[in-house]
């Protein structure tokens, strides 16, 4: 079956500190592969997302992530996090067949707690 | 682009009595509908997935009869909580793609609070 870890429930980093999210997925084939941050009672914003092509993505406020096919994952990442970053972060697979049409599945989600 | 609303944001009513919740593709036609029930520090839990002009495909555990779910046009699809209750109570999102496996974009979520 079809799954998408988030091993940290929660990560506590100080301003300024790099960060590194991590997201395995369990899929026969590569999948879509996306990252959402949601800040509280708020929908949900994506981050970015990984397709096909160039394995290290780049998206929106500073963050990338990178595919690693070998070890089915896709952290995410940020080199100097910011007060406002703290959030939730979920790591996210979509994918197509003929038979169930589009499927997307949701990691458990890691909260970031920035400290000043 | 790629813009989703919800309305209402928020939403308090009597338990027992009926909600319905809007979601809207602003600026582009969503070939399938999400609804998703996130309760608090959890994960969002997909109820069920809607294309346009046809019935709902829900997941198991999610009644189809108390979640109404309509999805009349490319651009508007409705949750309808029939009879609710307080453990209905919760944070209902909705997501549209373009298909394909595309990419999701999601509305701003729905508080239902049930008294």
């Known amino acids: 079956a079809q799954s998408v870890t988030q091993p940290d429930i929660h990560i506590t980093v100080s301003e300024g500190a790099s960060l590194e999210l991590r997201c395995n997925y369990s899929?026969?084939?590569?999948?879509?592969l996306f990252w959402y941050v949601q800040s509280p009672g708020q929908g949900l914003q994506l981050l970015l997302k990984?397709?096909?092509?160039?394995?290290l993505v780049q998206g929106i406020k500073g963050f990338e992530a990178e595919f690693k096919r070998s070890q089915s994952s896709f952290n995410l990442r940020k080199p100097s996090v910011h007060w406002s970053d703290a959030a939730e972060y979920f790591c996210?697979?979509?994918?197509?067949?003929?038979?169930?049409?589009?499927?997307?599945?949701f990691g458990t989600g890691t909260s970031l707690t920035v400290i000043p | 682009g790629a813009v989703v609303s919800q309305h209402p944001s928020w939403v308090i009513c009597k338990s027992g009595t009926s909600v319905k919740i809007e979601c809207r593709s602003l600026?582009?036609?969503?070939?399938?509908m999400f609804w998703y029930r996130q309760f608090p520090k959890q994960s969002l839990m997909l109820m069920a997935t809607?294309?346009?002009?046809?019935?709902?495909?829900?997941e198991q555990g999610v009644e189809k009869d108390k979640f109404l779910i309509n999805h009349a046009s490319l651009t508007l699809s409705t949750l309808t909580v029939t009879s609710a209750h307080p453990e209905d109570s919760s944070f209902y999102i909705c997501?549209?793609?373009?298909?394909?496996?595309?990419?999701?974009?999601f509305g701003p979520g729905t508080r239902l609070l049930v008294l």
């Open positions: 990984y397709f096909s092509g160039d394995t």
């Open positions: 997501s549209g793609d373009r298909g394909q496996g595309e990419t999701q974009y």
């Open positions: 809607s294309n346009e002009g046809s019935k709902a495909t829900y």
């Open positions: 899929y026969g084939a590569t999948p879509y």
């Open positions: 996210a697979v979509g994918f197509r067949t003929r038979v169930t049409g589009n499927q997307f599945y």
């Open positions: 600026d582009f036609q969503a070939t399938t």
